[in-house]
């Protein structure tokens, strides 16, 4: 079958541009049509006045949401089937169901979606069906169109099972046994970011603790209706002009810089603060995982308000890897970093006062001590949790006292 090399690229259901991708070593190149306006821009890496943009493999702002692991086996194998193979024709083939607001088509693809009205939450959270994820990847594969290796699908969302108006709709995660209890895991150290003051989209762990179900946060909610508006979202991978295999080059000083440039004037502070305070909150679980595609901003139009987008995907990668170290350099390093680290970062990175740096660090360690109870907890009533719990709890509490033994001084 003709491997795909040429599709049209919409935002806001407008086409913009041509996108051809021959495959390496060719470069893919893009090209505005003329009369783009600039809050129809891709990315806001890539104004409408740059008209053509080359890159050696697939622009980072159309490879962002490339499934992986599972999902992406699912879907390539589908896709190569009717279309042919590779990245193109996978991105044609999701389409529309993508997160942000950027979207590949090919008028030989049509969507092989029907029929596919969406889950109450309910239904999501009050199961003991072990198969459920599988039916689900069964249902939305293809409108699945999210990156990162953990077994997750996009699900369409109802209010209920009688009503008819539609949620933003759910990322739901699950788990294999290489990663056991993942969802229970990413639940509580979600549930401390939250605790912490960190901006986190709805979440919640099934009744059997089998899957994680997370709000999406890439539609704009705030006008109501049945449909709303998608939202442009950017990684840090797109920002440094990154493809997704480079997600763990560089460092978190330099992911700060990125944001320091991208975000809006109004929002630079408060974003840079979020930043700190989710790097230091996946220093505390030893979150190994906190790599460049797990930060983002998100827009309406990309020249104008950006802000940081919620913390997503924070998770203890230490209970399944022992060894594991941060995603990410600080100071140079990848280890588990002294607090000193973390402060300088707060201070010098993201600009934030010693003060402010001081009473986070001291809230943190509460949260921790809070949060650790609460898996304890847990897993007393879960068993199957225990393993994975205690480990986390153990990781939880050493943080804690290492904060509370470490407390900067005030110099503001």
Same mark, same amino acid.
């Given at each position: 079958m003709t491997r795909l090399k040429r599709a049209l690229v919409e935002v806001d259901g407008q086409v913009v541009g041509d996108l051809v991708a021959p495959g390496r070593p060719e470069p893919s190149v893009f090209v505005y049509d003329n009369g783009v306006g600039e809050e129809r821009a891709v990315s806001v890496t890539m104004p409408v006045k740059g008209q053509a943009f080359s890159y050696n493999g697939l622009h980072p702002i159309f490879a962002q949401n490339l499934p992986e692991g599972y999902l992406g086996d699912v879907i390539r194998k589908y896709v190569a089937k009717l279309y042919g193979a590779g990245d193109l024709a996978v991105l044609a083939a999701l389409g529309r169901h993508q997160v942000g607001r950027v979207v590949v088509t090919d008028s030989a693809?049509?969507?092989?979606?029907?029929?596919?009205?969406?889950?109450?939450?309910?239904?999501?959270?009050?199961?003991?069906?072990?198969?459920?994820?599988?039916? @689900?990847?069964?249902?939305?594969a293809l409108r699945s169109g999210v990156s990162?290796?953990?077994?997750?699908?996009?699900?369409?969302?109802?209010?209920?099972?009688?009503?008819?108006?539609?949620?933003?709709?759910?990322?739901?995660k699950t788990w294999g046994d290489d990663y056991p209890q993942l969802a229970a895991n990413e639940f509580f150290c979600m549930s401390l970011?939250?605790?912490?003051?960190?901006?986190?989209?709805?979440?919640?762990? +099934?009744?059997?603790?089998?899957?994680?179900?997370?709000?999406?946060?890439?539609?704009?909610? +705030?006008?109501?209706?049945?449909?709303?508006?998608?939202?442009?979202?950017?990684?840090?991978?797109?920002?440094?002009?990154?493809?997704?295999?480079?997600?763990? +080059?560089?460092?978190y000083e330099k992911l700060a810089k990125s944001f320091d440039t991208f975000l809006s004037s109004e929002h630079r502070r408060q974003g840079l603060k979020w930043l700190f305070m989710s790097v230091a909150v996946s220093w505390a679980v030893r979150n190994g995982d906190a790599h460049l595609k797990n930060f983002g901003l998100l827009y309406r139009k990309p020249f104008a308000e950006r802000w940081m987008a919620p913390a997503y995907d924070i998770v203890s990668t230490t209970p399944y890897l022992p060894g594991d170290v941060p995603a990410l350099t600080l100071s140079g390093r990848k280890v588990w970093w002294p607090v000193?680290? @973390?402060?300088?970062?707060?201070?010098?990175?993201?600009?934030?006062?010693?003060?402010?740096?001081?009473t986070f660090l001291k809230t943190l360690a509460g949260g921790l001590l809070a949060t650790a109870d609460q898996m304890q907890s847990y897993y007393e009533r879960n068993q199957e949790f225990r393993e994975v719990g205690e480990c986390m709890v153990a990781t939880f509490r050493s943080s804690a006292v290492l904060l509370q033994e470490s407390q900067p001084v005030d110099r503001s």
């Open positions: 693809i049509s969507d092989p979606v029907t029929g596919a009205r969406g889950e109450p939450l309910s239904r999501l959270l009050k199961t003991d069906d072990a198969s459920l994820f599988d039916e @689900l990847v069964e249902k939305y990162g290796v953990q077994p997750k699908v996009l699900v369409p969302g109802h209010i209920s099972e009688k009503s008819s108006v539609r949620t933003a709709g759910f990322i739901v970011a939250r605790l912490c003051g960190l901006p986190v989209p709805e979440f919640h762990l +099934s009744d059997d603790g089998r899957l994680f179900v997370m709000a999406r946060f890439d539609r704009d909610v +705030s006008g109501g209706g049945a449909e709303p508006p998608w939202l442009g979202f950017e990684d840090g991978c797109v920002l440094q002009g990154l493809m997704p295999e480079d997600k763990y +080059s560089g460092s000193q680290y @973390l402060v300088n970062f707060g201070c010098q990175s993201c600009g934030l006062p010693r003060k402010d740096v001081a």
